[in-house]
């Protein structure tokens, strides 16, 4: 997922809902590599977000929401926003 980072822009990164907190909430360390970590440090200069941030609005994004999706254009894969109008999770 973090390769695919540059297929989104930093408004769609400012889009995807951050999910709600938790009583309890446990560290998780992410190896991702020099190359990927330069894609991640990217995507947090252009979005103003937290390294943090940015994966728990992707993984909420693509595992809860349904609002991120993998899609296929020009047979590469990127990551993309997809409507959530009718999705339980899209209502404030």
């Known amino acids: 997922m973090t390769d695919k980072l540059p297929s989104l822009t930093r408004d769609d990164l400012r889009t995807l809902k951050e999910p709600p907190g938790e009583q309890d ?24 977000l937290t390294n ?11 595992l809860v929401t349904k609002q991120i999706a993998f899609v296929q254009q020009d047979g590469r894969w990127k ?13 404030s």
């Not at 909430?25 to 103003?48: C, K, M, Q």
């Not at 943090?52 to 693509?62: A, K, N, P, V």
């Not at 959530?84 to 999770?89: G, L, N, P, Q």
Request: proline share 2%; aromatic share 14%.
């Open 25 to 48: 909430t446990p560290r998780v360390s992410l190896y991702i590599g020099w190359e990927l970590f330069d894609v991640l440090a990217d995507a947090t200069h252009e979005s103003n």
């Open 52 to 62: 943090s941030s940015i994966f728990r609005r992707l993984l909420y994004g693509f």
């Open 79 to 91: 990551l993309k926003i997809v409507s959530t109008k009718h999705s339980e999770y899209s209502r």
